[in-house]
């Protein structure tokens, strides 16, 4: 049972623009939600993270937003670039617990 | 300035011999975990030792088997592998408490292929 539900599955983006990536959980035990960026043959590594007392969180031209009422978060890549191709995996960790939930994984292809 | 190394990167091993992948970390964290990760999927979780104290998932074949004789390193052994447990596999630490993220961090895995 997938507690973690990430769309789309792989998103094409022209440099410059807006990339959008949607998650969604129904756990209200999850207080904790970070994004990984994985390069081709590298590990996961943490791009940004929320907590759901805040709506939104921006480091440089990543924005997570969240809305609790509806249980859903999404990652904005704004001004992609080529360099951000890679794939983006949304995570969801339950409060008093330290392992972490993944969505399925969005392949991101930034065309030049 | 790895922190957590895994080794090798690449394993070629035949159907059915025991195979050894090792990780290793430098950020003292208590917690150390295995992945398994196939192609465009999410990583799937083996098991993690907390400390010492091993936990398995329930779904974790009986083929995996894993050892942590130390703080620093941990290693994920696969006793008769199939063509089907070919995968990069993921090591991760992290802290056991204390936010954010729990210093949340992956090695660059190990590809495993098996002929």
């Known amino acids: 049972q997938q507690q973690v539900k990430q769309s789309p599955q792989s998103l094409i983006v022209q440099k410059g623009g807006i990339s959008i990536i949607n998650c969604a959980y129904e756990?209200?035990?999850?207080?904790?939600f970070p994004w990984y960026q994985q390069f081709p043959g590298k590990g996961p590594a943490l791009l940004i993270a929320i907590r759901p007392d805040v709506s939104e969180k921006k480091e440089g031209r990543f924005t997570i937003s969240f809305n609790k009422s509806a249980k859903q978060f999404s990652l904005h890549i704004m001004d992609s670039q080529p360099g951000d191709s890679a794939t983006y995996f949304c995570a969801a960790i339950v409060g008093g617990s330290y392992i972490p939930t993944f969505g399925r994984g969005t392949s991101l292809i930034v065309h030049p | 300035d790895a922190m957590v190394i895994q080794n090798p990167r690449y394993q070629v091993t035949q159907f059915g011999k025991p195979v050894t992948l090792s990780c290793s970390q430098t950020l003292n964290h208590n917690v150390m975990y295995w992945y398994q990760q196939k192609s465009s999927q999410a990583p799937k979780l083996l098991f993690h030792?907390?400390?010492?104290?091993?936990?398995n998932e329930a779904d974790t074949p009986d083929n995996f088997q894993s050892r942590r004789p130390n703080t620093s390193f941990c290693f994920l052994d696969i006793r008769s592998p199939g063509l089907g447990d070919a995968a990069m596999y993921l090591c991760a630490t992290s802290r056991s408490r204390g936010s954010p993220n729990y210093g949340y961090t992956f090695g660059s895995g190990t590809r495993l292929t098996v002929v």
């Open positions: 756990n209200t035990a999850f207080d904790y």
């Open positions: 030792y907390y400390d010492k104290d091993f936990n």
